[in-house]
């Protein structure tokens, strides 16, 4: 099994977030994260879809998925095949801050703090899965009271453009 990124342009309709989840959902194919946006074409809607599942697999979802009413077009990539990120936000116990090792950690993972209370710090990093992951893992002893990440947003290394499937 391979991690695929699969792209799916829709119109922005109600309901179809559902549908295209049911797809995966007949074939036993857990979802890894989703996201959904709009897209540079006004009144189209992406959505990113990660799961880890085999290629004949894949084929066969994002067939699957063209067949709805609303879906213009959908794509699969392997992750070697587009760039991504993800975002995750950290809310950390102030006291932490008095740690020199978490002040250089910070500016060594490129982390941003967004705001400062009177209780909590709260950082923003973006990155790979494995990055955050990792951040997570190094934050979680100095008191990690929240943490929240986003699903995966990517665009295609391959040249294709969706006016040419409209």
Known sequence: MKTYNITVFTENNIGILNRITIIFTRRHVNIESITASDCEEDG???????????ESQVIKIVNQIEKLVDVIKAFYYENKEVIYQELALFKV?????????INSLLKNNNVRIISV??????????GS???IKNLFTYLKPYGVLEYAKSGR??????????????
């Open 44 to 54: 189209i809607y992406r959505y990113t879809i990660v799961a880890k599942i085999t």
């Open 93 to 101: 116990a102030n006291s932490s801050f008095k740690n020199q090792k």
């Open 117 to 126: 209370e009177s209780e909590f710090v709260t950082l923003e990093k973006t």
């Open 129 to 131: 899965s494995e990055e």
């Open 153 to 166: 947003v990517a665009v295609s290394k391959p040249m294709r453009n969706l006016k040419d499937f409209i």
